[in-house]
């Protein structure tokens, strides 16, 4: 079983920036996928980014250039920094992980960018 638990999100006017950060819980297996997606309100789960272990990262159309994901495998801990921030970015962002083959999902937090 591993948890996560988000941090960062919150109010920022458009073209501003925001910084989430997600650590995994001590998990016997290893992590292998990380990422972000999110979910504004009548849409579907989108993805945002994801880096798998090796460091391969891959981003939706509609964030790149703008937004980057780093992770530190260390800490089990990926990171999510959205630059140039527009009011279709906001949505409630949810951090996943793969291990064992199992995909587990963070409690949400909400970034919405409004003037």
């Known amino acids: 079983q591993v948890q996560l638990v988000e941090s960062g999100g919150g109010l920022v006017q458009p073209g501003g920036s925001l910084s989430l950060s997600c650590a995994a819980s001590e998990s016997r297996f290893s992590i292998n996928t990380m990422g972000w997606y999110r979910q504004a309100p009548g849409n579907q789960r989108e993805m945002v980014a994801v880096e798998s272990i090796s460091g391969i990262t891959t981003y939706a159309d509609s964030v790149k250039g703008r937004f980057t994901i780093s992770r530190d495998n260390a800490k089990n801990t990926v990171y999510l920094q959205m630059n140039s921030l527009k009011p279709e970015d906001t949505a409630v962002y949810y951090c996943?992980?793969?291990?064992?083959?199992?995909?587990?999902w963070g409690q949400g937090t909400q970034v919405t960018v409004s003037s």
């Open positions: 996943y992980a793969v291990a064992a083959y199992e995909l587990y």
